[in-house]
């Protein structure tokens, strides 16, 4: 099984860009889907985006379509989350998770995450306005 470290958070203004990295430590990260689910202050985790083991299959929120873009690097055994175009609602705490079986459209479906085989520990995202 793979563990997970994010890094990459931080405080950035309303329209700026960060990217997130998660760096998975195991030999077989590359079967694994990945995504990111974030969680702001009151609020439950909502899921963001996923990639496929290959990487030629990506799924978004629809809140964050055209504004984030998640890639995958199996080389590296790192999955990002560019994000642009930030906004004070993209506050929260970001986590990667990684399952090995299933797909990133499931990932993206109702209460997913509570199946996921694996977290991070999150990183913070604020957003100033």
């Known amino acids: 099984q793979v563990q997970l470290v994010e890094s990459g958070g931080g405080l950035v203004q309303a329209g700026g860009s960060l990217r997130l990295s998660c760096a998975a430590s195991?030999?077989?990260?590359?079967?694994?889907?990945m995504g990111w689910f974030r969680q702001a202050p009151g609020k439950e985790r909502e899921f963001v985006a996923a990639v496929s083991w290959s990487g030629s299959s990506t799924y978004y929120a629809d809140s964050v379509k055209g504004r984030f873009t998640i890639s995958r690097d199996n080389a590296k055994n790192t999955v990002y989350l560019q994000m642009n175009s930030l906004k004070p609602e993209d506050t929260a705490v970001y986590y990667c998770a990684a399952d090995s079986s299933t797909t990133a459209q499931a990932m993206g479906q109702p209460a997913s995450d509570r199946y996921l085989e694996v977290w991070g520990q999150g990183t913070l995202v604020t957003v100033s306005s």
């Open positions: 195991g030999r077989t990260f590359s079967s694994y889907a």
